[in-house]
């Protein structure tokens, strides 16, 4: 950890913490917070099927990603949602490689940390572009 600047050991504490999760009790979620909302929340969307939303749905869907997005990486992301969907016609599927977990693009290399959110400046113009297409095509 004495590698690891006060910002990166704060970060990797919150991801050990999000990941202890799956072993708690719903007290012990309901009682601890992450990123402002209980971890009894987050246990609850992460076991959300929205892949199987999507096909009971049967409706056109864009998934986008940033490849610069290290809260979702894109095998947790995009690329699940691909397998999860695959035979599922109605889903495009877009990932950007500048782009982040906040849907804006970072110039030069990630860091992984929350330094990658300092100098955003809005939503990605090729994603919000792509979106404009997308809807308009429809």
Not at 4 to 12: I, M, N, P
Not at 48 to 65: S, T
Request: negative net charge.
């Amino acid at each position: 950890i004495s590698d690891l600047g006060a910002e990166d050991v704060v970060v990797k504490a919150d991801r050990e913490r999000f990941n202890a999760m799956w072993d708690m009790t719903d007290e012990e979620l309901q009682a601890q917070y992450f990123s402002g909302s209980s971890l009894y929340y987050w246990r609850d969307e992460a076991d959300y099927d929205y892949a199987g939303k999507i096909v009971q749905l049967n409706l056109p869907v864009f998934i986008a990603q940033g490849a610069k997005d290290f809260q979702v990486l894109p095998a947790e992301g995009i690329e699940a949602y691909e397998a999860a969907l695959a035979g599922y016609g109605g889903a495009t599927y877009m990932l950007y490689d500048d782009m982040t977990h906040l849907l804006c693009d970072l110039a030069g290399e990630m860091t992984g940390t929350a330094a990658d959110y300092a100098d955003l400046t809005g939503v990605s113009e090729a994603l919000a572009g792509d979106i404009t297409q997308w809807v308009l095509a429809r």
